[in-house]
């Protein structure tokens, strides 16, 4: 989801929007269920909590206010609505606590690795599209984006001129976008 329509999405869950709620909900549940999970390491509270949580949200979403980052929001609010939960419920002094004794927040080696597979499909996805530009236009790329060469210095490096430089950035990129909304291409960057 990408910021425009996830701000429009929390604007119509603001003004009351029943599947605007619904929207949020199926969108951000597993992702936070997970991270819970990670924190408390039972299903069963995490589930609860998690369940409070978007009641709360709901309840008190005249309250909130204009969030900029939701995803962020989301994930900061309930993390801190479970662990006052843990808090609450183990008698523990303090948030580290809950983390110190519990010893759940882990990855497992099946998670880096998929972690890894899914990296490796992006690069090699990356580089098959850097691939397909002319050579010009990689050389540009590789100028202003790898090199950190500004459009000035990439002119005179590559000697042409200033709107040469301009034009074939833009062709690059207009390449780019073009290939980069093949099915193939959405699907790897979508892995995650």
């Known amino acids: 989801m990408n910021d425009s329509s996830e701000k429009s999405l929390w604007h119509l869950f603001v003004e009351g929007d029943v599947n605007a709620f619904s929207t949020l909900f199926k969108t951000y549940y597993t992702q936070l269920h997970n991270y819970g999970l990670k924190i408390s390491g039972n299903p069963t509270i995490t589930e ?53 004794n519990s010893g759940v927040f882990e990855f497992s ?14 690069v090699q996805t990356l580089k098959h599209l850097l691939n397909s530009l002319s050579t010009r236009e990689r050389e540009c790329i590789y100028l202003k984006f790898y090199t950190g060469l500004s459009t000035k210095e990439i002119s005179s490096v590559m000697n042409i001129s200033y709107q040469s430089v301009l034009n074939t950035l833009q062709k690059a990129f207009a390449k780019l976008r073009i290939k980069s909304n093949s099915s193939a291409t959405k699907q790897a960057f979508r892995i995650v």
């Open 48 to 100: 609860d909590c998690l369940q409070t949580f978007f009641v709360y949200l709901y309840d008190n979403r005249k309250n909130i206010g204009d969030i900029v980052h939701i995803r962020s929001y989301l994930f900061v609010s309930f993390r801190r609505a479970l662990l006052k939960h843990l808090k609450k419920e183990r008698k523990f002094t303090t948030y580290d606590d809950v983390f110190e």
């Open 109 to 122: 080696a099946e998670e880096l690795l998929i972690e890894q597979e899914i990296i490796s499909i992006k």
